[in-house]
């Protein structure tokens, strides 16, 4: 059946070398919508609920998504109007929410290729180009977390899917050693495998667990100390006074929660894990970035120790989601529980003769060149280029601070230690039993308006007076100033003051 005439061109293939150059023409074109639509914009959101964004959508769409017959060239810059007019915009400075920084352009522009190309690493002859570029890459970042030549790597979809695949590796290893032993859910349990971390660790070494057939009961989460850290003593005494049948099989240290920014102390924690025959693994989808600035490399003092390491390049390097990279000090770990071999992908003797892809690295079967975009940017910027990026939110986050230390109306409840600022709204005195409900309806308030994006957690070690909920900035756009910081928080205190006279909804 023919190609109706108005897909013609869209319709071409990208790799082709016409349907190349009618990709450039068409990014041109959808960029240029989308430049229209982002100058009309006035904040990081649409001002709108979720309820009638989804009427505006049912709206631009009558016949869904996969309507019977294409509208071409049309079709798709009425969607790339609407969807810069309606989509997040991070590249806004008042943007401050969550753990996803805007794009690089550089970065963008080579995805681009990557997407065009449709490259698999997955076999050489998928890729070619690509399998070289991400075990080349791979052995630059083993060797600038202090790894030896023996180290290796893979590039995965996000930090959840680097600590699964780190925690798998746990798992594999001590059971392997124990041939005694029986999952849950089988025959018959003789030895339960544990996981320790902070309680401030990421959700992901829970899911993880569960995923791996341990069970999240198997995750052995330890209080975190006044600096929101996992103490070593704690972890000392976790593990000295485990049930008999406990057998730890990985510890999983945090380098950049979530919510505070903290860092695990890892040479200390390291210490213990080995005493006790434990992995560690660090998790440094946040903080791993640290490595590209010379200012707060320190922060990183003991990563070598680790025995697996999480690295988001898609947070603090600005990439395109998704690109993190799981590393391992020994790379006879990565292989050992995934590198199977398969006759139709990677057989002996192609892998003999050279010709192997990353197949037996991954989780993955087909995974894209997620490695141009970051060497592309690495290319043009240079690590200190892309620290200097990481830098300049550091400062933006110490300027916050002290900001918030001197707002009458604002509390600020942690000392940054990357580019997180952790903080609460201070009601009038005769609203803070209130507390929570306001810090909370503020932040929904704000995003009603779509005047700003902030984010918010809950401190455990709040009180009766001062509440759970806090208000959070997480500030990853290197282009942000100051005054961007003093808009941002004069937003917070007057949506603060509005809420206060309403119901707190």
């Not at 060239?73 to 008042?94: E, F, G, K």
């Not at 009961?217 to 972890?235: F, G, K, N, S």
């Not at 997180?420 to 709204?425: A, E, G, I």
């Not at 902030?454 to 509440?467: F, V, Y």
Request: aromatic share 4%.
């Amino acid at each position: 059946m023919p190609v109706p005439a108005p897909l013609l061109e869209p319709a071409l293939l990208a790799a082709d070398p016409e349907g190349i150059a009618e990709v450039g023409r068409l990014v041109g074109e959808l960029t240029s919508e989308a430049a229209k639509a982002l100058r009309r914009r006035g904040g990081p959101l649409p001002p709108m609920t979720p309820t009638e964004l989804a009427h505006v959508v049912d709206g631009q769409l009558p016949e869904g998504p996969l309507p019977a017959e294409g509208g071409g060239r049309n079709a798709l810059l009425a969607l790339a109007r609407a969807y810069a007019t309606y989509t997040v915009d991070l590249a806004d400075p008042r943007a401050a929410a969550h753990l996803q920084p805007p794009a690089l352009g550089v970065a963008t522009a080579t995805d681009v290729l990557a997407s065009a190309f449709n490259a698999s690493v997955d076999t050489w002859d998928s890729g070619p180009y690509a399998v070289e570029l991400e075990s080349r890459l791979v052995r630059a970042l083993t060797a600038l977390a202090g790894y030896g030549p023996r180290a290796d790597g893979v590039l995965t979809p996000g930090g959840t899917a680097s600590n699964l695949q780190a925690l798998l590796i746990a798992r594999d290893a001590a059971l392997g050693a124990r041939r005694d032993v029986r999952l849950l859910g089988l025959v018959g349990v003789d030895v339960q495998p544990v996981v320790y971390c902070s309680e401030l660790a990421h959700f992901s070494v829970a899911r993880a667990c569960a995923v791996l057939g341990l069970g999240e009961d198997a995750v052995r989460p330890l209080p975190a100390d006044a600096d929101r850290r996992m103490a070593p003593e704690t972890l000392e005494r976790a593990l000295a006074e485990r049930a008999e049948n406990e057998l730890p099989i990985a510890v999983v240290a945090t380098a950049g929660t979530t919510d505070y920014g903290s860092i695990d102390p890892l040479p200390e924690l390291a210490a213990v894990a080995r005493r006790h025959g434990a992995r560690l693994h660090v998790d440094a989808a946040y903080g791993g970035g640290a490595l590209f600035s010379d200012r707060l490399r320190p922060l990183l003092k003991g990563l070598e120790a680790a025995d697996s390491i999480t690295i988001d390049l898609h947070k603090t390097a600005w990439q395109p989601a998704a690109a993190s990279v799981l590393l391992v000090r020994e790379g006879t770990d990565l292989t050992a529980s995934t590198g199977l071999r398969v006759a139709y992908l990677n057989p002996d003797d192609d892998g003999a003769a050279g010709y192997d892809g990353l197949l037996g690295h991954s989780l993955a079967t087909t995974r894209r060149a997620d490695a141009l975009k970051v060497v592309a940017t690495f290319l043009a910027l240079g690590r200190r280029g892309v620290g200097a990026l990481l830098d300049s939110c550091h400062d933006l986050a110490l300027h916050a601070a002290d900001a918030i230390k001197d707002h009458p109306r604002l509390e600020l409840v942690a000392t940054p230690v990357l580019t997180t600022v952790v903080f609460r709204y201070r009601p009038a005195e005769a609203n803070r039993a209130h507390a929570d409900a306001i810090n909370g309806a503020l932040r929904r308030r704000l995003l009603r308006q779509g005047r700003a994006l902030i984010g918010r957690t809950d401190d455990l070690a709040g009180t009766s007076e001062t509440g759970r909920v806090r208000l959070k900035l997480t500030l990853l756009n290197p282009q942000a100033t100051k005054d961007d910081i003093q808009e941002l928080l004069a937003a917070v205190d007057a949506a603060g003051r509005a809420v206060e006279t309403e119901d707190y909804a």
